[in-house]
């Protein structure tokens, strides 16, 4: 993270902190708003955006304005000053200017929401560069920066259910023609998304190329008055690979739920290898998946590897996993494995906490471990 130049300064009725980098001039209502982790998520944002998009990497020719508040009222004071309007409904607010040097971002830190930031970050990112964006680029990869820690993107099942709609589904063509009010939002921005993914992940150059040579055109010619990105569909593109790419590509992104039936299905096939990729990647993606954690465990005793079993019942019941499902399991685990001090401990704490359930189970079993 580039240091900052911190210097105090007034601004109308305010005193604000003012800190600057070389890509951005942020200002604060107090020290209480210079929230350590704003901050740094801001000064990272040209990077994590130009990795991408491969912009000038010294900016746009200015720095961009930040305006962070702690205090509401102040906040909601600036933004209708600003706009000579109502005061703002959400906790950021991009004001647009048609310089763009002169639009603001400004911020109310503490109902911000990191990834709302997130887009309004790149928002303002992207008309540094493009006066007028078409919808689907806006839209769709101001979400694909989004990150989600530990958990299923949202956007994922949204967008394949959509897609696989034919009430819903929307062609490449189709999202690349659309303005903003084209389709409804909802089915609009989750596909753009899709399209976006799909440009920077497919491994097929012909496809990919739509997005770089369309960016190279909007650096090289930032007076041009037509679509790049859709110039090069219509005049480079096989339009029907490039569709029948685009649609394998959804068909292969996997959500978390589509991974543990999957999973399941295979587990009731006794394709434990499969099952246990599946899991895996649903585990990958949402480390706190306790069916996934339950099912591994699963197909570890269905093949006699009791010690593994063991290692993912207890992962299961530390996931929150019904805890008399879990104390069965790792009953029944180690009276196979010839635990049989450890299977009683197990099984009756499972009889305890669900008679209804496992108490017949429960004394069946134990009938055939052996008395010291």
Same mark, same amino acid.
């Given at each position: ?10 601004? *109308?009725? +305010?005193?604000?902190?003012? =800190? ?6 942020? &200002?604060? /209502? !107090? %020290? @209480?708003? #210079? ?31 930040? *305006?962070? +508040?702690?205090?509401?009222? =102040? ?6 000053? &600003?706009? /000579? !309007? %109502? @005061?703002? #409904? ?283």
């Amino acid at each position: 993270m580039k240091k900052l130049l911190a210097l105090l300064i007034l601004f *109308s009725t +305010f005193s604000l902190l003012f =800190a600057q980098s070389d890509l951005y001039e942020i &200002k604060y /209502d !107090s %020290v @209480e708003a #210079k929230i350590p982790s704003i901050t740094e998520q801001i000064l990272n944002s040209y990077g994590k955006f130009n990795s991408v998009f491969h912009f000038p990497a010294d900016g746009p020719g200015f720095k961009y304005k930040i *305006s962070i +508040f702690a205090d509401k009222k =102040a906040y909601k004071q600036y933004v209708a000053d &600003k706009t /000579d !309007s %109502v @005061e703002p #409904k959400n906790e950021t607010v991009l004001l647009q200017h048609s310089a763009a040097s002169k639009s603001e971002l400004v911020i109310y830190t503490p109902e911000v929401d990191k990834n709302i930031l997130t887009r309004q970050l790149f928002n303002q990112y992207l008309y540094s560069f493009m006066a007028e964006p078409p919808a689907w680029l806006l839209y769709g990869a101001s979400i694909y920066f989004e990150e989600y820690k530990d958990t299923e993107n949202p956007w994922l099942e949204t967008a394949k259910n959509l897609f696989a709609s034919a009430n819903t589904k929307l062609t490449a063509a189709q999202i690349l023609e659309a303005n903003s009010d084209t389709y409804p939002s909802d089915n609009f921005i989750p596909q753009s998304w899709l399209l976006f993914r799909f440009l920077i992940e497919t491994p097929k150059s012909a496809n990919s190329r739509l997005f770089h040579d369309g960016i190279n055109e909007v650096i090289n010619n930032s007076y041009s008055t037509t679509d790049p990105f859709l110039d090069y569909y219509k005049k480079w593109l096989n339009q029907k690979e490039f569709e029948k790419d685009f649609e394998d590509f959804v068909s292969n992104l996997h959500s978390v739920r589509e991974d543990v039936l999957n999973g399941i299905n295979a587990y009731m096939n006794k394709d434990y290898t499969t099952a246990t990729v599946y899991f895996s990647q649903a585990l990958s993606t949402d480390n706190k998946n306790a069916t996934a954690a339950y099912y591994t465990a699963l197909c570890y005793y269905d093949q006699k590897d009791y010690k593994n079993a063991d290692i993912w019942y207890k992962k299961a019941l530390s996931l929150g996993s019904d805890p008399a499902l879990i104390n069965w399991g790792l009953g029944a685990c180690a009276y196979a494995d010839a635990r049989y001090d450890e299977a009683t401990v197990y099984l009756l704490k499972a009889k305890q906490l669900d008679e209804a359930t496992y108490g017949k189970r429960v004394d069946e079993l134990m009938q055939y471990i052996p008395v010291k």
